[in-house]
């Protein structure tokens, strides 16, 4: 997997405790792009991250920041809509997909 990034994904417990957890090599791509609906256009960014981790325990609704990030900001944070665990082929293109907006 060609990686560009580092990543550091927050989780924020109903009583506002945080955990963190680092990852110092992923892949990190923006993605934009415009939908159509009764209302008129709308943007839609995402970012879609792969980590070359299949046993990290990441859920959605979890958060994410670029970089080594060491304090949780909502401000400086996406919030992960969606994980996909790819643990399929060789243990080298093995990943979790991640989107978050």
Known sequence: MITNASCTVFRV????????????????????????????????????????D?????IPGDYISRGNVPDFSEENALRIMSVKCCDYGSTDMQHIRLEAV
């Open 54 to 58: 299949v046993k990290a325990d990441i």
């Open 13 to 52: 417990s109903r009583e506002g405790d945080c955990s963190r957890l680092f990852f110092p090599v992923v892949m990190w791509q923006g993605k934009q792009g415009v939908s159509v609906n009764a209302h008129g256009e709308e943007t839609e960014d995402r970012t879609v991250v792969f980590i070359p």
